[in-house]
């Protein structure tokens, strides 16, 4: 359960950066492995029966009544990983704003990594194939996710109506821009879709980064090596009046400075990239 798949990190050329020193490009050991298997059946076993009560509760109350619950959940579903976890939230973040949240995306347990860093009830837009996940795909349909279709163009106004209806809610909206899971443990090109949704919307846009992520799990292995979490809401973007050269330009600025706190991570542990 534990074992590394094969390796999926990106080819390394001549003149790239050097590879980041994160624990989880490290060799597994026999230690790493056992503690790695009982973290892992700690968070089975936790999510294996609240999952299922999560989501006949979304069915019978709605989502809204259940966030205290959701709250819980990814509280303890962070100290199961054996993880420790801090925020550091912009003061002008507003919790009683709603705002498009783009965070860099690193591996399974991003949303409840950050899920608590603000008080907003925050929809997550995901693949709609991940709603046929056991247990996790059918809480994530039941508390409202908003569904996009691979690799189906034309989509957005479809995506755009369902943002609607959460801001309606008063829900922020919660995107992973990079679209798949870094293999590299930095961030990569920020796709501009969800951008433009903000500014359709009104949206301001906060830049979200978590670091210790890559090394908790990376993509490619499922040992799991306790981390220590930081999660960095910063100061919210506008959006309004952008015309679309602005829009891909904002995309840049978030990518930039959600980059900016991955590679200063890294710095911190040695990194010379």
Known sequence: MTAALPSAEPPRTAGAPPRVPARSFEPASLRDRLVSLGLWGVTVAFSAPVLPMMTLACALFGPDATLPLQRWYAKWGVKATGSTWKTVVHPKVDPARPYLFAHNHTNHFDFILMHNATPHYKQGVELEEHFRIPFYGWFMKARGGIPVKRGVQGQSPEVLAHCQRELDKNHAILVF???TRSLDG???RFRTGA???????????????????FDLMRKGSFVLRPAELTVYV???IETRGLDDEGVVALAAQVQSIV??????YWRSKGWTG
């Not at 980059?259 to 200063?264: L, P, Q, V, Y």
């Open 195 to 213: 951008f433009f949704i903000a500014r359709d919307l009104g949206l301001p846009v906060c830049p979200v980064t978590v670091t210790g992520a």
């Open 259 to 264: 980059g900016a706190r991955i590679d200063e």
């Open 177 to 179: 821009p990079e679209g």
């Open 234 to 236: 910063d100061e919210p």
């Open 186 to 188: 930095r961030v990569g």
